[in-house]
């Protein structure tokens, strides 16, 4: 960046890099909104915010097996 008359002039590369910061601070923002909301949705509708239910798996196991002895 260089100044020309007390006016900041980017180049053409700083202007790209420029863009691109913008954009993925604007991405960030917006994927941040979006898990906001769902988090919200899945609160309201009585799931869980972690994405798993309560259920711990154990139970539908059945007995342990015994190993005949010969």
């Given at each position: 960046m260089h100044e020309?008359?007390?006016?900041?002039?980017?180049?053409?590369?700083?202007e790209l890099v420029d863009l691109l910061l913008?954009?993925?601070?604007v991405s960030a923002n917006l994927a941040k909104k979006v898990n906001r909301t769902i988090k919200q949705k899945q609160i309201k509708e009585g799931g869980n915010v972690n994405g798993q239910n309560q259920r711990i798996g154990t139970g539908n196991q059945g007995p342990a097996q015994r190993r005949s002895h010969y």
């Open positions: 020309s008359d007390n006016i900041m002039v980017m180049t053409p590369e700083e913008d954009f993925i601070i």
